[in-house]
């Protein structure tokens, strides 16, 4: 698969694109984000158009017929991006999600798919999300490992992430001990809450993270904790896959 001519073909397109660092849904290697009519809320009746000034002072009538227009015109646009799309892969492959007022974003396992969208349609797409190259789409399946440009806090390579429970509360302080306090670990603050008193604070929702500089203690930190990290993450950066 060459992601160099989809990437080409974003840029005879002015299509702005980034490159993803994760399959969307644990499927879609692509994300297509179509504008839309944003909106913000505006004084005590409605809305204004984010991005475009001569909706800005419409009467309240023509400011909802201009609204009800532009729906019309995003559901038109949706229902031909959806006939194109079945039409080349059979409705097999691809996803369509709408995200409230902030447009539609069509998720794609297939090259052709962002080719047809693009060729077709590139005017109307606010963002591109793709895998850089055939190694970073290697990587997107391996679920321990995360593409980044930077390390943790640009310091830390390993990164844990365990739920506030109770059984976390009661092993983390043990866990906690056998590691060196010399900056190579780094405690979040839910985490932190959880060693003294305040750990009544940190609910079994809360998130509570720790990032390690060292693999070692990465793999210490895990066997001498009694729960189960919910996330147990490497940090790969993109720098190093290129190589």
């Known amino acids: 698969m060459s992601y160099e001519r989809i990437f080409e073909l974003a840029n005879d397109c002015n299509v702005p694109y980034e490159y993803s660092n994760k399959l969307y849904y644990n499927k879609y290697k692509f994300r297509v984000q179509f504008k839309s009519f944003e909106l913000i809320k505006t004084g ?21 017929k201009a609204v009800h227009e532009q729906r019309s015109l995003s559901v038109e646009q949706y229902k031909s991006i959806r006939r194109a799309l079945f039409r080349r ?12 007022w902030h447009g539609l974003n069509v998720y794609s396992i297939n090259e052709h798919d962002v080719r047809l969208l693009i060729n077709n349609y590139g005017t109307e797409i606010r963002h591109l999300y793709a895998p850089k190259n055939e190694a970073h789409e290697s990587l997107h399946n391996e679920r321990t490992k995360e593409l980044r440009s930077n390390l943790f806090y640009k310091k830390y ?11 976390f509360k009661d092993s983390v302080e043990c866990a906690a001990g056998c590691m060196t ?15 003294g008193d305040d750990n009544q604070f940190v609910r079994s929702w809360n998130v509570c993270s720790i990032y390690f500089m060292h693999e070692e203690d990465f793999l210490t ?18 720098s190093e896959v290129d190589k």
């Open 89 to 100: 892969s059979k409705g097999v492959g691809y996803s369509l999600r709408a995200s409230g």
């Open 44 to 64: 005590a009746w409605g809305y204004h158009y984010r991005h475009d000034q001569k909706y800005h002072d419409l009467d309240y009538d023509n400011f909802n």
């Open 157 to 167: 390579r390993y990164k844990l992430e365990y739920m506030g429970t109770q059984k």
């Open 221 to 238: 930190f895990k066997m001498m904790c009694s729960e189960s990290p919910s996330k147990s993450i490497e940090a790969v950066l993109f």
């Open 181 to 195: 306090e010399d900056g190579s670990i780094k405690y979040s603050l839910n985490t932190k809450a959880c060693f």
